[in-house]
């Protein structure tokens, strides 16, 4: 059984810092692209992040100065961490595991950016 657990998400200052993790099971993840998307009340799924089995990363360009995804094989784990976060980041932070023809879904963690 495929478990992407999304967790680090939470209520934050303008200007804060949070660290978002995806802890995987079910999947060989050292082969899988790892991605973070974002949805906001109203507004469509957006990638926010991606950083493949071999370790490129590409971070979307509204956060590519604040954003940074990465991944730890041994631990099975994917990460975002953000920064100088602005209230437009609010959203549902959610991870995605991907394979050609494959992809699988976390079931999201709540970032508020709020003062």
């Known amino acids: 059984q495929v478990q992407l657990v999304e967790s680090g998400g939470g209520l934050v200052q303008p200007g804060g810092s949070l660290r978002l993790s995806c802890a995987a099971s079910?999947?060989?993840?050292?082969?899988?692209?790892m991605g973070w998307y974002r949805q906001a009340p109203g507004q469509a799924r957006e990638l926010v992040a991606y950083?493949?089995?071999?370790?490129?990363?590409v971070v979307a360009d509204p956060v590519k100065d604040r954003f940074t995804i990465s991944r730890d094989n041994a631990k099975n784990t994917a990460y975002l961490q953000m920064n100088s976060l602005k209230s437009e980041d609010t959203a549902v932070y959610l991870c995605n595991a991907q394979l050609p023809g494959t992809a699988y879904w976390g079931q999201g963690t709540q970032v508020t950016v709020s003062s």
């Open positions: 950083i493949t089995g071999g370790g490129k990363a």
């Open positions: 079910g999947i060989n993840f050292r082969l899988y692209t």
